[in-house]
């Protein structure tokens, strides 16, 4: 007995070692050197394209733009032909939260009640998950790590950089917005033998009434100083004063207009709404409000049964002809896995008409508008960070995208993944002869 569980230790010790073998590469160290990225095909980040142009950045930050920067001093990467993109930022994502979904012990993006404010997605955070190298290998860079779950308040989220040992590096913004899933005004009805349909969710007004009641415990509870503290209504204290951003998770037309007059009785100062699936048929109620959105996967089905089988490819290109602001996010079931698929997402939605530099300004720029770190990343401008990445064609067509190069406020990062490391083995075996 004693031999065969000695056996079993042996065995699980050579498992793990391989594990930890395969694990995330190590942080890439500060930038030391002068880089200098030439003749390149430059998309800024705000709907504009340079041609044969070069980038010089130091420190980690962006230096000069323009061509024949000097270069005798600095690290020269020759990319001719090939394109430059600001590093993509994924909106709204478990990633990190969740690792494995079948084991429900590596499950950490949600909580139990209706009211969990308190619940920060940046101390659940894991830096070392084996899925962030996956999505760095299609220029996502960046990342908005948020609380999931499927009614009420969610808890808030954190803005990360994805090369980084811990949380603590990881942070670029802490507790940046409040999360909230807005109670449908439709729910399915049926099981799977009779199949399920939609229909009138009579419960809305009374759980949009509970919702409201909480806002306002938590506004009369910000106004005063207590001697007691609620940490569920310390957490929502920043959406009354404007230091934090709410997010309403709605998705049918009506339930969007409900909920931005919720936030407006309440008084709130920052709302964006996530998913908006039929944001399409209200835009310009939208416009009017100008509330900015973060738009679900494009690979979805219609929302209705009579919808024309293209609108989910649609709603990006007709928000953008109206003048929203939106960016991209990568919901649903299996989310943080297949969440590297987001440039893809944004170019099915170029190939139904949004344009392609708006697409590349939705996944960039208007992505860190709405994050509130414009100032520093977004675009390729002088004095923002080096946060870039260099791929041989579109980043936006699977087919064609393959980076050479990506770094993270000037830091070279590893592109080396599980991913990588199949595809070389495998490579490899039928290379044999």
């Known amino acids: 007995m004693k031999k065969?569980?000695?056996?079993?230790?042996?065995?699980?010790?050579?498992?793990?070692?391989?594990?930890?073998?395969?694990?995330?590469a190590t942080p890439a160290p500060k930038q030391s050197k002068a880089i200098v990225l030439q003749n390149a095909i430059l998309h800024i980040g705000n709907g504009t394209v340079q041609n044969n142009t070069s980038i010089r950045f130091e420190n980690g930050v962006i230096v000069a733009i323009g061509s024949n920067l000097k270069s005798d001093d600095a690290t020269v990467i020759d990319a001719s032909n090939k394109h430059v993109y600001p590093g993509f930022i994924l909106m709204s994502t478990a990633l990190g939260l969740?690792?494995?979904?079948?084991?429900?012990?590596?499950?950490?993006?949600?909580?139990?009640?209706?009211?969990?404010?308190?619940?920060?997605?940046?101390?659940?955070?894991?830096?070392?998950?084996?899925?962030?190298?996956?999505?760095?290998?299609?220029?996502?860079?960046l990342a908005q790590i948020t609380p999931k779950g499927y009614e009420g308040i969610q808890g808030t989220s954190f803005v990360a950089q994805l090369d980084a040992w811990n949380w603590e590096d990881a942070a670029l913004r802490v507790d940046d917005g409040l999360h909230l899933n807005f109670p449908s005004s439709l729910?399915?009805?049926?099981?799977?033998?009779?199949?399920?349909?939609?229909?009138?969710?009579?419960?809305?007004?009374?759980?949009?009434?509970?919702?409201?009641?909480?806002?306002?415990?938590?506004?009369?509870?910000?106004?005063?100083?207590?001697?007691?503290?609620?940490?569920?209504?310390?957490?929502?204290?920043?959406?009354?004063?404007?230091?934090?951003?709410?997010?309403?998770?709605?998705?049918?037309?009506?339930?969007?207009?409900?909920?931005?007059?919720?936030?407006?009785?309440?008084?709130?100062?920052?709302?964006?709404?996530?998913?908006?699936?039929?944001?399409?048929?209200?835009t310009d109620f939208l416009k009017e409000k100008k509330i900015p959105l973060i738009l679900n996967k494009s690979f979805v089905l219609p929302q209705r049964d009579d919808d024309h089988y293209d609108l989910p490819y649609k709603n990006a290109g007709i928000l953008?002809?109206?003048?929203?602001?939106?960016?991209?996010?990568?919901?649903?079931?299996?989310?943080?896995?297949?969440?590297?698929?987001l440039p893809f997402s944004a170019g099915m939605a170029v190939g139904y008409g949004l344009p392609y530099e708006a697409a590349v300004q939705a996944m960039t720029l208007s992505a860190a508008q709405i994050l509130g770190i414009d100032k520093q990343y977004g675009s390729l401008e002088v004095g923002k960070s080096a946060t870039l990445f260099i791929s041989t064609g579109d980043a936006l067509d699977m087919r064609s995208n393959q980076l050479t190069h990506?770094?993270?406020?000037?830091?070279?990062?590893?592109?080396?993944?599980?991913?990588?490391?199949?595809?070389?083995?495998?490579?490899?075996?039928?290379?044999?002869?």
């Not at 079993?8 to 391989?18: E, H, K, S, T, V």
């Not at 953008?320 to 698929?341: V, W």
């Not at 993270?408 to 075996?429: A, P």
Request: glycine residues 6%.
């Open 406 to 433: 990506a770094f993270i406020d000037g830091r070279s990062i590893d592109l080396r993944s599980k991913h990588t490391q199949l595809y070389e083995r495998f490579k490899e075996k039928y290379n044999q002869k």
């Open 98 to 141: 969740s690792e494995i979904d079948a084991v429900r012990a590596s499950i950490d993006h949600s909580e139990v009640g209706m009211n969990n404010a308190n619940s920060r997605a940046l101390i659940a955070y894991n830096a070392e998950s084996d899925i962030i190298p996956t999505i760095r290998n299609n220029g996502i860079l």
């Open 4 to 24: 065969t569980l000695l056996i079993c230790l042996l065995l699980l010790n050579i498992l793990a070692n391989q594990t930890i073998a395969q694990q995330v």
């Open 187 to 282: 729910t399915y009805s049926g099981d799977w033998t009779t199949g399920f349909r939609l229909v009138q969710n009579g419960a809305q007004p009374g759980q949009i009434e509970k919702l409201a009641n909480i806002f306002q415990e938590a506004k009369l509870y910000a106004s005063t100083t207590p001697t007691i503290k609620n940490l569920r209504f310390e957490a929502m204290k920043g959406v009354f004063d404007g230091s934090k951003t709410l997010y309403i998770a709605a998705s049918l037309a009506k339930d969007i207009i409900e909920a931005v007059h919720f936030a407006e009785n309440l008084g709130v100062k920052n709302l964006v709404i996530t998913g908006a699936d039929e944001a399409w048929r209200i």
């Open 320 to 341: 953008q002809q109206a003048g929203i602001r939106f960016s991209f996010a990568y919901s649903f079931d299996t989310e943080p896995h297949h969440s590297r698929n």
